[in-house]
């Protein structure tokens, strides 16, 4: 990121390229929207580029880079463009929820594909809060202090949070598994 | 991935058992951006970052010293030419104006060997860089009667003068012969002041009041311009080397006006001593025909 923020444009591509996917994958899984994320998607890579000069050695590049996209996101779901609007500081100790589980029908073609699928939707269906800090781990490889970092929280929140995000998700795949 | 502290073994006991459905999850997600995304958001980066991959710093950061150093020789320069300008006396800085280009020179030669005629011909349609040897035609090495030229010829010569700024008001000078003194002046840059500056002589012969003054150093000029080209390059040269002689020094009629104020006062020596020095420097001019030189 230095080597980007110094003018190097090659710098930018290996990060563009080692980051692209996943970035990418945290904002699909968010708004459920492919338009709305490519257009998030970009508008994320140009501020990093604008803004590239202002960086600073604080922490991860990919810290920072995910608080970007933390911040295009939830400033999206303000202007009411979201499919959904969640307070992440409410706590989530609602059951998982599996109803979606009992539609699942075994008689798919591909086993496989049909897991895959499911598990997409097991994390669509989660509550934002755990949802983002699922993604943020999973998507982004971020630990339990960097996801606090990126989403403003501490760190019990975010390790709770993750705790119920996987134990939804291991509930609704035990049909599979 | 993992938790970060020992107190989080819950949650690495629920990472491990959790490890085959986040395998299954990032099978899952494969999502990637489209390939058109992918070019737009890279050209909108080198555009931001001007397109300079690599050493783009460089690219930028000659610009500035590169001008601030042009600047500084231009300045320098500039003032290096005011600054000698300035410090040369008013007379010899006429003088170089007044002075004939190399190519003049060779006009002048040819002007020397030419007929008159000849002379006015080539001089009437002068080139741009051949203002400055105009008042050729009088010349030393032509006939007398070619000294006083007719009003139209000096007009002739007067004309291309008259583009040369102050020089332009000679083409609208009262008389031939002042006219012809005028163009003297030009001839003999080296001559005393009054002839060595041109602008103050035509402003001089502009006004009416002082033609008769223009016609008398008309004559004298004409004494002067008798005399072969090489001995008024003579007579030229000291003046431009010694620009703080006497008032009367540097010009001869007056210089020996002078004497003859010496003489009449009864101060023959002195009269003698600066007789000596007027022949060191005027070593052929013309004594008038009344003058009687002052001697031991």
Same mark, same amino acid.
């Given at each position: 990121?230095?080597?980007?923020?110094?003018? =190097?444009?090659?710098?930018?591509?290996?990060?563009?390229?080692? /980051?692209?996917?996943?970035?990418?994958?945290?904002?699909?899984?968010?708004?459920?929207?492919?338009?709305?994320?490519?257009?998030?998607?970009? =508008?994320?890579?140009?501020?990093?580029?604008?803004?590239?000069?202002?960086?600073?050695?604080?922490?991860?590049?990919?810290?920072?880079?995910?608080?970007?996209? /933390?911040?295009?996101?939830?400033? /999206?779901?303000?202007?009411?463009?979201?499919?959904?609007?969640?307070?992440?500081?409410?706590? =989530?100790?609602?059951?998982?929820?599996?109803?979606?589980?009992?539609?699942?029908?075994?008689?798919?073609?591909?086993?496989?594909?049909?897991?895959?699928?499911?598990?997409?939707?097991?994390?669509?269906?989660?509550?934002?809060?755990?949802?983002?800090?699922?993604?943020? /781990?999973?998507?982004?490889?971020?630990?339990?202090?960097?996801?606090?970092?990126?989403?403003?929280?501490?760190?019990?929140?975010?390790?709770?949070?993750?705790?119920?995000?996987?134990?939804?998700?291991?509930?609704?795949?035990?049909?599979?598994? | 991935?993992?938790?970060?502290?020992?107190?989080?073994?819950?949650?690495?006991?629920?990472?491990?058992?959790?490890?085959?459905?986040?395998?299954?999850?990032?099978?899952?997600?494969?999502?990637?951006?489209?390939?058109?995304?992918?070019?737009?958001?890279?050209?909108?980066?080198?555009?931001?970052?001007?397109?300079?991959?690599? &050493?783009?710093?460089?690219?930028?950061?000659?610009?500035?010293?590169?001008?601030?150093?042009?600047?500084?020789?231009?300045?320098?320069?500039?003032?290096?030419?005011?600054?000698?300008?300035?410090?040369?006396?008013?007379?010899?800085?006429?003088?170089?104006?007044?002075?004939?280009?190399?190519? !003049?020179?060779?006009?002048?030669?040819?002007?020397?060997?030419?007929?008159?005629? &000849?002379?006015?011909?080539?001089?009437?349609?002068?080139?741009?860089?051949?203002?400055?040897?105009?008042?050729?035609?009088?010349?030393?090495?032509?006939?007398?009667?070619?000294?006083?030229?007719?009003?139209?010829?000096? $007009?002739?010569?007067?004309?291309?003068?008259?583009?040369?700024?102050?020089?332009?008001?000679?083409?609208?000078?009262?008389?031939?012969?002042?006219?012809?003194?005028?163009?003297?002046?030009?001839?003999?840059?080296?001559?005393?002041?009054?002839?060595?500056?041109?602008?103050?002589?035509?402003?001089?012969? !502009?006004?009416?009041?002082?033609?008769?003054?223009?016609?008398?150093?008309?004559?004298?000029?004409?004494?002067?311009?008798?005399?072969?080209?090489?001995?008024?390059?003579? $007579?030229?040269?000291?003046?431009?080397?010694?620009?703080?002689?006497?008032?009367?020094?540097?010009?001869?009629?007056?210089?020996?006006?002078?004497?003859?104020?010496?003489?009449?006062?009864?101060?023959?020596?002195?009269?003698?001593?600066?007789?000596?020095?007027?022949?060191?420097?005027?070593?052929?001019?013309?004594?008038?025909?009344?003058?009687?030189?002052?001697?031991?």
């Amino acid at each position: 990121m230095l080597r980007f923020s110094g003018g =190097d444009a090659a710098a930018f591509d290996a990060l563009y390229v080692r /980051h692209r996917g996943g970035v990418f994958r945290y904002l699909l899984r968010q708004c459920r929207n492919p338009a709305t994320a490519e257009e998030l998607f970009q =508008d994320i890579w140009t501020n990093l580029v604008q803004a590239r000069s202002r960086y600073r050695v604080q922490a991860k590049f990919t810290t920072y880079l995910y608080t970007l996209a /933390h911040n295009r996101l939830m400033d /999206h779901f303000r202007r009411g463009k979201g499919l959904e609007l969640v307070s992440l500081d409410q706590e =989530d100790d609602d059951p998982p929820e599996l109803a979606a589980s009992a539609t699942v029908q075994p008689e798919r073609a591909a086993q496989s594909r049909e897991q895959a699928r499911r598990l997409i939707e097991l994390v669509a269906t989660l509550p934002a809060a755990q949802r983002q800090v699922f993604l943020l /781990h999973e998507e982004g490889g971020l630990g339990l202090e960097e996801i606090a970092a990126v989403t403003g929280t501490n760190r019990e929140a975010v390790k709770s949070r993750l705790r119920y995000a996987l134990a939804k998700l291991r509930e609704g795949m035990k049909d599979y598994v | 991935m993992s938790a970060d502290t020992p107190q989080d073994s819950d949650l690495e006991q629920l990472l491990t058992d959790t490890a085959e459905l986040r395998r299954q999850y990032r099978a899952a997600s494969q999502e990637e951006p489209p390939i058109q995304l992918d070019e737009t958001i890279r050209a909108a980066a080198r555009r931001q970052m001007g397109a300079r991959p690599g &050493g783009s710093r460089w690219g930028v950061s000659w610009h500035v010293p590169a001008s601030i150093a042009a600047v500084v020789v231009v300045s320098v320069t500039l003032a290096v030419m005011v600054g000698r300008r300035e410090a040369q006396p008013p007379v010899a800085r006429e003088q170089r104006a007044a002075a004939p280009a190399p190519r !003049s020179e060779v006009a002048r030669d040819q002007a020397d060997a030419g007929s008159a005629s &000849g002379v006015l011909k080539e001089k009437s349609g002068p080139t741009a860089a051949e203002p400055a040897a105009q008042p050729l035609p009088h010349s030393g090495g032509a006939p007398a009667s070619l000294e006083a030229p007719p009003a139209s010829a000096v $007009q002739k010569v007067g004309r291309p003068v008259a583009s040369e700024g102050k020089e332009g008001k000679s083409s609208v000078g009262p008389a031939g012969a002042e006219l012809g003194a005028e163009a003297a002046h030009v001839a003999a840059p080296a001559a005393p002041p009054a002839a060595a500056a041109p602008a103050a002589a035509t402003e001089a012969n !502009s006004t009416q009041g002082q033609s008769q003054e223009g016609a008398a150093k008309a004559k004298a000029e004409e004494r002067v311009s008798a005399q072969p080209l090489a001995r008024k390059r003579a $007579q030229a040269r000291p003046a431009e080397t010694d620009s703080i002689a006497s008032p009367w020094e540097k010009d001869p009629q007056a210089w020996l006006a002078h004497i003859e104020e010496l003489r009449a006062t009864g101060r023959n020596e002195d009269a003698a001593v600066s007789f000596r020095g007027f022949r060191n420097r005027y070593p052929d001019y013309q004594l008038p025909a009344g003058f009687v030189a002052p001697g031991p």
